[in-house]
């Protein structure tokens, strides 16, 4: 870990009050090509749990996932707050309703489906995704990367013609959702709700981007991988993102913050 990360997080730790913001996959958990088997790195997971019982810190969950499948596969500690589908699903801890689609929302996302799936059974090891506010075409799988590209274009294409599909590109995935939301906002209502001194937000993706664009003053943004980005800091993959996770909790306890009793 470079030295400019570790004083970073030593200065972030010793606020009174932080919110640790995480994307799931390729961040907490390695990406894999079977999305369902996405589990966190066990490391990353005892690090969460350990963050999750610190007085004053809290944590989240920011991704592209639906809430439901990010319950399933991330398996969060209890307070653990979580913004899904990318802003547009948000379980804050309070009594609040899913998410709404109108008759018209509800119309596009079917036809988002059916397109992301009829471009989907021209390419072997293309598949999609059902999300609740639309779909993503998943190209992991697909021989090599020039056909993957191309088959990502068909889909870009093809969703042009769908009236109220907003698209979003990701690492060898294309969604294509009916209510336009981002990770920056999500993060903006984290913010709001918790009302920190601090933030840290790490992410591996293109549409994490925009998390790390709301990050000022002595908020974290933290780049897990390769890639152009704004985040401040970068970690090489998601194993790496443990010591990170580590270096906080030890830092707080080191000042004497308390630890809460899991309910």
């Known amino acids: 870990m470079e030295q400019s990360l570790i004083s970073a997080l030593e200065r972030f730790a010793e606020h009174p009050r932080i919110l640790i913001a995480l994307d799931f996959d390729g961040c907490v958990a390695e990406l894999t090509s079977v ?118 274009e068909h889909g870009r294409a093809a969703l042009a013609l769908v009236d109220g599909a907003y698209i979003k590109n990701g690492k060898k995935v294309l969604e294509s959702v009916v209510v336009l939301a981002t990770k920056g906002e999500g993060i903006t209502e984290l913010r709001e709700h918790t009302t920190p001194d601090a933030v840290l937000f790490a992410g591996d993706d293109v549409t994490d981007e925009q998390g790390f664009a709301v990050l000022s003053g002595e908020d974290i943004g933290l780049k897990v991988g390769e890639g152009e980005t704004a985040a401040t800091h970068r970690i090489a993959e998601p194993k790496d993102l443990a010591g990170v996770l580590r270096l906080i909790a030890d830092r707080r306890a080191d000042h004497g913050q308390e630890v809460r009793p899991h309910p």
Do not use: C, F, M
């Not at 999750?52 to 399933?72: F, H, K, N, Q």
């Not at 999609?128 to 993503?136: L, S």
């Open 35 to 152: 999305a369902s088997q996405a589990r966190p790195v066990p490391e990353n997971a005892r690090a969460i749990e350990t963050l999750a019982a610190l007085d004053g810190v809290e944590l989240a969950y920011v991704s592209g996932r639906s809430l439901e499948t990010l319950r399933e596969l991330a398996d969060p500690p209890a307070g653990v707050l979580l913004i899904g589908s990318h802003g547009a699903e948000k379980d804050l801890g309070e009594d609040a309703p899913g998410l709404q689609l109108s008759s018209t929302e509800e119309i596009a996302r079917g036809q988002i489906i059916d397109t992301l799936t009829e471009v989907a059974a021209d390419a072997e090891g293309a598949w999609v995704e059902h999300k609740p506010a639309g779909a993503a075409l998943h190209v992991r799988n697909v021989d090599g990367e020039e056909h993957a590209e191309h088959v990502l």
